[in-house]
């Protein structure tokens, strides 16, 4: 399994962004998918999972400001994140749903003025 994640940088505070992932290794029409995030000196914690079928859910950190989405034909889970926050701040990662090693190299989210 291999998760490839792209999109980040850094952004001013209210600003936007979009993260993609694209998962190889994995029969992807029968994968729920997630993201995370891992902020600097804090564990990594759970952002949003989108189900085979199309079900999100989100934290409720995130919840009205961030949606993800899924492309079954390209094998691909993407995050838009508007109105950021300095505490969005982290390094996001997909995967699969229950998680599976390694995980991918993450995207850096800076949000910073």
């Known amino acids: 399994v291999e998760f490839v994640e792209s999109g980040g940088g850094l952004v001013q505070p209210g600003g936007s962004l979009k993260l993609s992932c694209v998962a190889n290794?994995?029969?992807?029409?029968?994968?729920?998918m997630a993201w995370h995030r891992q902020a600097p000196g804090k564990q990594r914690e759970w952002v949003a999972t989108?189900?085979?079928?199309?079900?999100?859910s989100y934290a409720d950190s995130v919840k009205g400001r961030f949606r993800t989405s899924r492309d079954f034909a390209y094998s691909t889970v993407s995050l838009e994140m508007n109105n950021l926050k300095p505490e969005d701040t982290a390094v996001y990662y997909c995967?699969?749903?229950?998680?599976?090693?390694?995980w991918g190299q993450g995207s850096q989210v800076t949000v910073s003025s």
């Open positions: 290794g994995i029969i992807f029409s029968y994968a729920d």
């Open positions: 989108i189900s085979k079928n199309f079900t999100r």
């Open positions: 995967n699969t749903v229950p998680t599976r090693t390694p």
